[in-house]
């Protein structure tokens, strides 16, 4: 079945730890994007990409990177800048073009947590 | 820069009940696209349905239609008869500029169905 994975599950980061969540997608989907969410909160936009090897920075992109080398795959990297990493990080996926037969597919997320 | 505002942050609804989410959502673009999602207590994502700004008729999709009204800028989810399963974080966001521009995501409502 076609789908996104994130991987892992749950994570957990000691102090001045970089981490990196892992998203893959075999939807043939061209855009990725990464959200973060806060207990009782929207998502808000963390990074996206359109194409391979090309990404932008979202509303929120401090103290996180990604990199998109394949077009399956667009791992969010945590860094020690991030001082309030602690959410819930969804990964999507989705054509160029959003539309009516055309939505985000989401990944399960991945639960980060302060050690 | 759009904007999706959802005033609701919690609603009840009896079982077997019609429940309607409010959206409202703020853009300069003439063409654009209006989502809802549904995000149950184990945290993905599933996308219910889709209304583009020049449809003639209201979105439906089974027991979801989408209430649209392009003048006052609302676009409010309508569950038909609630089963407890609809219990979940709903979703309205917004793409503008014809489908290529990235998401908006409002804050959410969460809705419990009373059986």
């Known amino acids: 079945d076609g789908g996104i994975t994130q991987s892992p599950k749950y994570l957990f980061r000691k102090e001045g730890q970089n981490v990196t969540l892992s998203c893959e997608q075999n939807?043939?989907?061209?855009?990725m994007y990464w959200y973060r969410q806060d207990p009782g909160q929207g998502l808000r936009l963390i990074y996206y990409?359109?194409?391979?090897?090309?990404?932008q920075k979202g509303d929120i992109a401090e103290g996180y990177s990604v990199s998109r080398e394949k077009k399956e795959s667009f791992p969010l990297t945590v860094t020690s800048a991030q001082k309030n990493p602690t959410a819930f990080y969804l990964c999507?996926?989705?054509?160029?073009?959003?539309?009516?037969?055309?939505?985000?597919?989401f990944g399960d997320g991945t639960r980060l947590s302060i050690l | 820069a759009q904007k999706i505002t959802q005033t609701q942050p919690g609603m009840f609804v009896q079982e077997k009940e019609a429940v309607t989410l409010d959206c409202t959502y703020d853009?300069?673009?003439?063409?654009?696209?209006l989502f809802w999602y549904k995000q149950p207590s184990s945290g993905e994502m599933i996308f219910l349905i889709y209304?583009?700004?020049?449809?003639?008729q209201n979105a439906t999709e089974g027991r979801y239609s989408l209430n649209f009204q392009k003048a006052r800028k609302s676009a409010n989810l309508v569950i038909s008869a609630s089963q407890l399963g609809d219990s979940a974080m709903y979703f309205c966001?917004?793409?503008?500029?014809?489908?290529?521009?990235?998401?908006?995501f409002g804050t959410g409502t969460k809705l419990q169905v009373i059986p």
């Open positions: 999507a996926s989705s054509f160029r073009r959003q539309g009516r037969n055309q939505p985000q597919h």
């Open positions: 939807l043939n989907h061209d855009a």
């Open positions: 990409s359109q194409i391979v090897n090309d990404f």
């Open positions: 853009t300069s673009d003439p063409s654009y696209g």
């Open positions: 209304q583009g700004s020049y449809d003639q």
């Open positions: 966001a917004m793409n503008p500029s014809g489908g290529y521009q990235k998401v908006t």
